[in-house]
């Protein structure tokens, strides 16, 4: 079964930086997309940024120039550094994979973790 479990989240001031990790466990054929996701109090949840198995990156517009995603396919890992950050960043940040489970998958699945607190505030 797989878990993604995410880490790094916290408490910063505006301005400051954070740098969310998650890693998953269990078995894994292949993995085509990594990304982050956010959700703050009474909205949706939205795209962050994702990274493809192909090399592409993509990223919401508000975060632009100021978050970088990275992933390792190897270890099953994806990391999102997050430079400047504003109080409107506050959420929930969940990690997402979409990844066959086996070879003989015959789909790929969404996997996501519990979620990350952020919170940006002085």
């Known amino acids: 079964q797989v878990q993604l479990v995410e880490s790094g989240g916290g408490l910063v001031q505006p301005g400051g930086s954070l740098r969310l990790s998650c890693a998953a466990s269990?078995?894994?054929?292949?993995?085509?997309?990594m990304g982050w996701y956010r959700q703050a109090p009474g909205k949706q949840r939205e795209l962050v940024a994702i990274?493809?198995?192909?090399?592409?990156?993509n990223y919401a517009d508000s975060v632009k120039g100021r978050f970088t995603i990275s992933k390792d396919n190897t270890k099953k890992s994806v990391n999102l550094q997050m430079n400047s950050l504003k109080p409107e960043d506050t959420a929930v940040y969940y990690c997402?994979?979409?990844?066959?489970?086996?070879?003989?998958?015959?789909?790929?699945?969404?996997?996501w973790g519990q979620g990350t607190q952020v919170t940006v505030s002085s």
């Open positions: 997402h994979f979409r990844a066959r489970p086996s070879l003989l998958s015959l789909r790929e699945y969404d996997y």
């Open positions: 269990g078995s894994i054929f292949s993995i085509d997309v």
């Open positions: 990274a493809t198995s192909g090399g592409s990156t």
